[in-house]
């Protein structure tokens, strides 16, 4: 049976094994544009205040000392699939199942985590009937679960300490907001012609089309174009609280595009694309938003390797990874140089080592270390730790974690 993992397995491995952080939506450029038809005024009506610090969610969640990560095993015999929710310990280098839980044609769709408490988006295919989708609230000290449907598919994109949130791109794009105590649902209404949704501190950032007259549908292909190619592409910071938006920077539609890929010290950083002779747009170099105008910071000179932005625990942008498939380069933000770490491919295990997944309190970062050795799990890679600056030196000096395996 097809999983809903792996597909999303897949993306990593297209990218050097770059693993579950490929989720965050900085760490890949979005596809070009979805096309919008209606318009309304350009307001944003907040449901609520955020709660502290923003953060994207992905299948791999740092939590303090831990990093959350989420795997699936399958029987395709009884067609029940069980799925493991598995917490690394950054001190111990050590693994340990936090909950295990059982689905008839179950798939994993999202998750959220906190200090105390982790939130599992599964879905479950039953033999008869429609599909069904169950949030588990997950009691991190005990392991205790509690479980409740949810309506209209809600994939948590994002969340901070009070929340959830995901963003609806229908003909009224807005936000999605679920408190995670309370499970009350409210809306932060956006910007007509919204494209696309990040965060930045407590803040939204939207990237939005701003045209003369609204835009036609897309099936109107050659109004449509007339419009766009008189339009603007719009970064707009936007207050939850207030709902004030603030434009930040505007470029032409049809030309090169800009994608965000974090911020460090309020400063907001960019992956420029620039569009070639073939219509294509490819990664030509790293920005950064100052006074108003766009500032190269580095150059990127090889446009087919993959992009993996990296933020420490503060959610400050450190390193910028690079990958081609067979070799490492990260640019780091730090001290402005390019630096190439150890990296291995093992084609004939499908696995790799050295590639960085996320950067850890302590100075350390997390990396792919080989596979393990647990048949069925439809996410085999080991992790490992080692010293940010070793890593970025060369160095191998890694300390293997623990891994679960299932017994």
Known sequence: MKKFLVCLLALPLALAAC??????????PP??????????PETSTPAAATAGRLRDTAMMMAVGNGVYTVNEKWNDENDVDTIYLVRTDCNTNTQQKVAEIELPGGAYYGMAAWDDTVKLYLFETPETGEPIEWCYTI?????????????NNFWPAWCDDAAMYEMNYDSNPHITRIDRSTGETSRIELPQQTENLYVVGD??????VVSPSPLPSGDDGDMYDAVLQNSEYE?????AATGETQKLYSYPAIGDAYYYCGQREGTLYFYHYTRESDDNIYPSSVARLENGEMVQVTALENDHMGLHAMEDEQGELQWIARDSGKTIEVYDLNDGQTYHPAF???SSTYSTTGYPQM????????VLHGNIDAPGFADDGAYATIDRAAYLAGSTDYTPVTMYTGE
């Not at 579950?20 to 760490?27: F, G, I, K, L």
């Open 359 to 366: 950067l850890l309190p302590g100075g350390r970062v997390l």
């Open 203 to 208: 803040k939204w950032l939207i990237n939005r």
């Open 31 to 40: 596809t070009e544009p979805t096309q919008t038809t209606e318009t309304a």
């Open 235 to 239: 970064y707009d910071l936007v207050d």
């Open 19 to 28: 693993g579950a952080q490929t989720a965050d939506t900085r760490s890949t």
């Open 344 to 346: 291995k491919v093992d």
């Open 139 to 151: 009691d991190t000290a005990t392991g205790s679960m509690e479980r409740q449907t949810v309506d």
